[in-house]
């Protein structure tokens, strides 16, 4: 195996194993909606920006590599596809690179699946807390406003004590 092809190889096997860290960090995500307090979600957050960042470095090195080896075999690098890659190497660097494909594939339907569950369920859990709030806001009458000169003003309550 050549250098550049070993260098792919072990590229792809980190991403692979940056992407299963980030599908498991998403699904601590879900699992911990209305149970963990808002300081550990945001480390969680934190956490997945991490792992994004390192797979995106990873990913700029994977497309040099390519380029070079696009170089080298004397191919646009904009058609070397890693599906030609592995159609042009030996079958047992083919089969190990073939495995990092298809494990990629899917880890990253799972991510985006499992991200769009998380949005949604985050999004639903917004819409009630500021729903909640702007309940609270009005039946308590602190809901201040500007004035037209932009002074601070306060609203009086928009529920009369009555329906209380």
Same mark, same amino acid.
Request: charged share 30%; aromatic share 2%.
């Given at each position: 195996?050549?250098? &550049? &092809? ?7 096997? $980190? /991403?692979?194993? %940056?992407?299963? $860290?980030?599908? +498991? %960090? %998403? ?10 307090? !808002?300081?550990? &979600?945001? @480390? &969680?957050?934190?956490?997945? $920006? ?5 797979? /995106?470095?990873? *990913?700029?090195?994977? #497309? $040099?590599?390519?380029?070079? #080896?696009?170089?080298?075999? +004397? ?6 596809? %890693? ?12 089969? +190990?690179?073939?495995?990092?494909? *298809?494990? #990629?594939? @899917? ?19 917004? =819409? ?14 602190? @809901?201040?406003?500007?004035? !037209?000169?932009?002074?601070? @003003? =306060? ?10």
């Amino acid at each position: 195996m050549t250098p &550049l &092809l070993e260098r792919l190889t072990a590229i792809l096997h $980190q /991403e692979v194993k %940056l992407h299963e $860290q980030l599908r +498991d %960090l %998403l699904e601590s995500e879900a699992q911990s909606f209305g149970s963990v307090r !808002g300081s550990e &979600l945001l @480390q &969680l957050q934190v956490s997945k $920006q991490r792992h994004s960042r390192k797979i /995106e470095r990873l *990913e700029r090195e994977r #497309l $040099q590599v390519v380029r070079k #080896l696009a170089d080298d075999w +004397d191919v646009n690098p904009q058609e070397l596809r %890693l599906r030609t890659i592995i159609a042009r190497v030996e079958p047992e660097q083919a089969d +190990d690179l073939r495995d990092c494909h *298809e494990h #990629l594939t @899917q880890l990253i339907t799972e991510i985006r699946e499992q991200a769009d569950r998380n949005s949604a369920e985050a999004g639903a859990r917004l =819409h009630s807390v500021e729903t909640a709030l702007r309940f609270m806001v009005e039946l308590h009458g602190h @809901q201040q406003t500007y004035s !037209g000169v932009g002074e601070l @003003q =306060h609203a009086g309550s928009k529920i009369a004590r009555t329906a209380v």
